[in-house]
């Protein structure tokens, strides 16, 4: 559901603010987007869609309303979108946009960040996200089941690369100068066709490790599974976790 602007750590007002600073002050702005923030095309193509709601709309239906009633029309707004993560980056592609040939903006839309490819150095990562979680508590034998189909196909893009493509979108930006007609460059940062990572992959992958490196203090042994049946996760659930 959609949470209360002051709950999340600042507004879109604030950064509409900060934005009017900028003007004529900087020579590149790079607003970080994901991939995932049009879900519901195939394919991601790189421009700006229509957005699925006005984000000033949004924002004071979420100031306005009671936790209830934004639980209640949560998914009438979300629409095709799988979750408010998605929709919420939709909408702030379009608060920046509004700054269309008044700010050097550039909009990148990385995929998964996932560990390093090179540097600090290979496999680097500071947090549990993503695909690093799931193998954690895999090896730990904390997961036992996974609701998904094992097919299901993840793109992952490594931090260092997202990085790199940062800099480079920033780079070319900020070697031009800025007229009132420009549009805003944007660019996908993501593996797309080019390498392909699905759930049993990484389960498997995860298997393999575990066998050759087993984590200390495990739980329990490896044995995750996938299933489609969410009858028969909620049984695997309430059976391994007891």
Not at 7 to 15: D, E, F, Q
Not at 95 to 101: A, D, F, N, P, S
Not at 179 to 187: A, F, G, R
Not at 188 to 212: P, R, W
Request: with cysteine; hydrophobic share 40%; proline share 7%.
């Amino acid at each position: 559901m959609f949470f209360k602007p002051h709950l999340i750590g600042g507004k879109p007002i604030a950064t509409v603010s900060v934005a009017t600073l900028l003007i004529g002050v900087i020579v590149s702005f790079i607003h970080v987007s994901t991939s995932y923030s049009n879900t519901n095309r195939d394919p991601i193509e790189e421009i700006m869609y229509p957005p699925h709601a006005d984000w000033r709309d949004t924002l004071q239906v979420c100031e306005e309303l009671d936790d209830h009633t934004l639980q209640v029309l949560t998914p009438k707004y979300l629409g095709e979108l799988p979750n408010t993560y998605v929709f919420t980056k939709q909408l702030a592609e379009h608060v920046v946009y509004e700054y269309k040939g008044k700010l050097p903006i550039v909009i990148v839309r990385p995929s998964i960040v996932i560990s390093s490819l090179i540097e600090p150095f290979p496999g680097w990562i500071d947090n549990f996200n993503g695909p690093v979680g799931i193998s954690i508590a895999c090896g730990k034998g904390i997961l036992r089941t996974i609701y998904s189909r094992p097919d299901m196909v993840m793109d992952y893009i490594p931090v260092d690369v997202a990085i790199k493509s940062f800099i480079a979108a920033s780079w070319i930006r900020g070697t031009k100068e800025l007229e009132p007609t420009d549009d805003i460059p944007i660019y996908n940062s993501c593996a797309g066709d080019l390498f392909n990572v699905c759930i049993n992959d990484i389960v498997e992958f995860g298997k393999k490790t575990v066998n050759i490196i087993p984590f200390d203090s495990m739980l329990w042994t490896f044995g995750t599974t996938i299933t489609t049946s969410l009858f028969l996760y909620n049984i695997k659930v309430s059976y391994f976790t007891k």
